[in-house]
């Protein structure tokens, strides 16, 4: 199975994109996902995450009120609505998914190690 984001383009401060995570042709189980974002020459970091099964989100401070998780579970497709875009916010954008393991906690969203499964990232090019 392999996640495959996409979405990502090039656009204005202030503008707005979405970012979809889907697996085309193919379902599997997941207990939450989430988006992490890396710029260049800095570590990758959390974004966003949810849980799959309810109505639990977690977002960064820095995109708190900008940004937001949403998923489609007919659709097996996770979004991040992204609004009010900086410059930087400009970065290579991953969506991961934990398959193994129980639900995670809300602490857990927000970690790395929480993910076993990644996407191979999609752009985000926020001009001035």
């Known amino acids: 199975v392999q996640l495959q984001a996409s979405g990502g383009g090039l656009v204005q401060a202030g503008g707005s994109l979405r970012l979809s995570c889907a697996t085309p042709?193919?379902?599997?189980?997941?207990?939450?996902m989430g988006w992490f974002r890396q710029a260049p020459g800095k570590e990758r970091e959390f974004v966003a995450g949810l849980r799959w099964n309810g109505s639990t989100t977690r977002h960064a401070s820095s995109v708190q009120g900008r940004f937001t998780i949403s998923r489609d579970s007919a659709k097996n497709t996770m979004y991040l609505q992204m609004n009010g875009l900086k410059p930087e916010d400009t970065a290579v954008y991953y969506c991961?998914?934990?398959?193994?393991?129980?639900?995670?906690?809300?602490?857990?969203?927000?970690?790395?190690?929480?993910?076993?499964?990644w996407g191979q990232g999609t752009q985000v090019t926020v001009s001035s």
């Open positions: 042709g193919r379902t599997f189980s997941r207990n939450a």
């Open positions: 991961a998914a934990r398959t193994r393991g129980g639900s995670p906690i809300w602490s857990m969203l927000s970690e790395e190690t929480t993910y076993d499964l």
